[in-house]
C-alpha cells in the first residue's frame, strides 16, 4: 500500500507524560471519502474501513476527525500496542472479573443522538472531575468533548449529524439501569481500535475494576465478531497510567516498523 495521503502538518507541544519534553506528531485529516481511501488501500470492497485498518497497522490514532502518530526525534517511548486476538486466551483472573461484573449489561450505538446524551454528559463531568480536579468545564464544554472524541466535529470545526468516521460506536455499560461506562471504539474491517473509555468514578464502580472489565469485553467482542486485532493504543512502560496496557498477554508492539510478539510484559521499550 503506497502512502499517497495528502499531508496535514506536524503538531509540537508539551508531552503529556513525562515533564519538560516536547510531544510531535504526524497528523492527517482522516480519509473517509471511498476515492481517497482506494488511492491509499487499492479497489477493496471497503475501502474507508481497510484504509483505517491500514493506519492503524502503521501506528496511527484517531483523535476528532484526524489521525495522528508520535514522531518525537529524541523519544520512542510511546509504542503503539494491539492483540492478535486468536493468540489470545482470557487467564483465570480475568474470567473471575468477567464473571463478577457480569450484572453490568453492554449495548452498542452509532447513533450520533445517543452518544451525545444528558446522562453521558452527566457521566463525563464527573469523570473529568476526578482526572482533573481544576476543571471547570461545565454542560457546553462538556458536550463538545463528547462530540469531539466520538468524531461529530468536522475538519473546519463544523458539528455532524453523524460521526465522520463510520466505524465509529460507542459500547455503553449499565448497572441496575444506571450508566457507569462509556466506550469510545472504532471499528475497521479486521480491527477495533480502543479509543476512549469514561465512567462512573464512584467507590462501587473502581472497586470493580471496571478499566479492565471493558478491556476483556472489548476482547470479547472481538473474538465473538471474528475481529482479527484489538488496538489499545500506546503502551508507554515507564507511564504508570499507560503501562497496564503490557498486562494483556499475549500482545504485539509496534518497534521499528515491525509488529513484535510479546509474551510478558516489557519495561524496556
Not at 52 to 64: A, H, I, K, N, Q
Not at 171 to 196: F, I, Q, T, W
Not at 227 to 243: A, T, V
Request: hydrophobic share 30%.
Amino acid at each position: 500500500m503506497d502512502d499517497e495521503f495528502d499531508f496535514d502538518g506536524l503538531f509540537e507541544g508539551d508531552c503529556g507524560y513525562f515533564g519538560g519534553r516536547k510531544n510531535h506528531e504526524e497528523i492527517y485529516l482522516m480519509p473517509v471519502d471511498d476515492d481517497e481511501c482506494r488511492s491509499i488501500v487499492g479497489n477493496v470492497e471497503n475501502p474507508v474501513l481497510t484504509c483505517f485498518d491500514f493506519m492503524l497497522s502503521e501506528g496511527f490514532r484517531r483523535s476528532g476527525c484526524y489521525l495522528y502518530r508520535a514522531t518525537c526525534p529524541d523519544c520512542r517511548k510511546c509504542v503503539p500496542i494491539r492483540i492478535r486476538v486468536e493468540d489470545f486466551e482470557f487467564s483465570k483472573s480475568q474470567r473471575h472479573l468477567l464473571r463478577k461484573n457480569s450484572d453490568i449489561e453492554l449495548s452498542i450505538t452509532s447513533a450520533r443522538s445517543k452518544m451525545i446524551s444528558d446522562e453521558k454528559i452527566e457521566l463525563m463531568m464527573m469523570y473529568n472531575k476526578r482526572h482533573e480536579p481544576d476543571s471547570n468545564d461545565g454542560l457546553d464544554e462538556t458536550k463538545d468533548i463528547l462530540c469531539s472524541l466520538n468524531g461529530l466535529f468536522g475538519g473546519f470545526g463544523e458539528l455532524l449529524s453523524e460521526p465522520l468516521y463510520c466505524g465509529t460506536i460507542n459500547m455503553d455499560y449499565r448497572l441496575d439501569g444506571k450508566l457507569v461506562g462509556v466506550g469510545v471504539v472504532d471499528l475497521g474491517a479486521v480491527s477495533l481500535s480502543s479509543n476512549y473509555f469514561y465512567y462512573d468514578t464512584s467507590d462501587e464502580i473502581m472497586k470493580r475494576s471496571i478499566g479492565t472489565f471493558t478491556i476483556l469485553k472489548e476482547i470479547e467482542f472481538c473474538k465473538e465478531h471474528g475481529i482479527p486485532y484489538y488496538y489499545l493504543g500506546y503502551y508507554l512502560s515507564e507511564c504508570r497510567k499507560m503501562s497496564y496496557k503490557g498486562r494483556f498477554l499475549p500482545h504485539e508492539l509496534l518497534i521499528d516498523g515491525e509488529w513484535r510478539k510479546q509474551t510478558e510484559q516489557n519495561f524496556f521499550v
